[in-house]
């Protein structure tokens, strides 16, 4: 199907251990984002790529890896979980970074016990 | 960077009432101002948008204006149902326009029956 999917829509992980967070879109889009959601800050972004093989930092990146080798998928790791780290994640896409609308995945709720 | 500045934080209405959300921007070379609603448990989805060379849009029940010399933006929402609780994020581009959207901290809106 079109679109933009994440996987898995539900994690319970423990501290400390290693999560990876998936994303897909099958549009071309060139642009991708990980976004965190918590209440009271609304939508805080963590990594963004522009390209294959290019990644930025965005406000919220620490304790977080990404990688971009493919033009589709874009994995957001936790390398080290921590209860903080607690919160729904939404991976977007957009084909002209921030010029353009933003799709959004349906999101990960990711729980750090 | 650019700071979107988001008001109110919560909003509840009557039924058949109308609703305004209020946004301020920073960086006045930003010309991409979406909106986005997000249903509960659901992802954020785009209800409207607006560039700086316009300065009102309209879709059916909602609108956007857009006042650039005082650099902030408004989204209407006239004739209320309950169907149109959730909460809104406006958002705004930045300088470069290759960097992601920088999103303010949401509007929740209740219309009560």
């Known amino acids: 199907d079109a679109g933009i999917t994440q996987s898995p829509r539900y994690k319970i992980t423990e501290t400390g251990r290693q999560v990876t967070l998936m994303c897909h879109q099958t549009w071309s889009h060139s642009y991708m984002f990980w976004y965190r959601q918590d209440l009271g800050h609304g939508l805080r972004l963590i990594y963004y790529?522009?390209?294959?093989?290019?990644?930025d930092k965005g406000e919220v990146p620490d304790g977080y890896v990404v990688s971009r080798s493919k033009t589709e998928n874009f994995p957001l790791t936790l390398e080290s979980a921590t209860r903080s780290q607690t919160s729904v994640y939404f991976c977007a896409s957009s084909g002209a970074g921030g010029l353009t609308e933003a799709f959004f995945g349906q999101g990960t709720r990711l729980t750090v016990v | 960077g650019e700071n979107v500045e988001q008001h109110p934080s919560t909003l509840s209405v009557q039924e058949g009432d109308s609703a305004v959300i209020k946004c301020t921007y920073s960086?006045?070379?930003?010309?991409?101002f979406p909106w986005y609603k997000q249903e509960l448990g659901k992802r954020p989805q785009l209800i409207i948008d607006i560039r700086s060379n316009v300065g009102e849009k309209k879709d059916q029940r909602i609108a956007v204006t857009l006042n650039k010399t005082a650099k902030h933006f408004s989204l209407h929402i006239t004739e209320t149902q309950p169907e149109d609780s959730a909460v809104y994020f406006c958002a705004a581009s930045m300088r470069s326009g290759n960097t992601p959207l920088v999103f303010g901290k949401g509007t929740r809106l209740s219309v009560i029956a």
């Open positions: 790529s522009a390209a294959a093989d290019i990644t």
């Open positions: 960086d006045s070379a930003s010309n991409y």
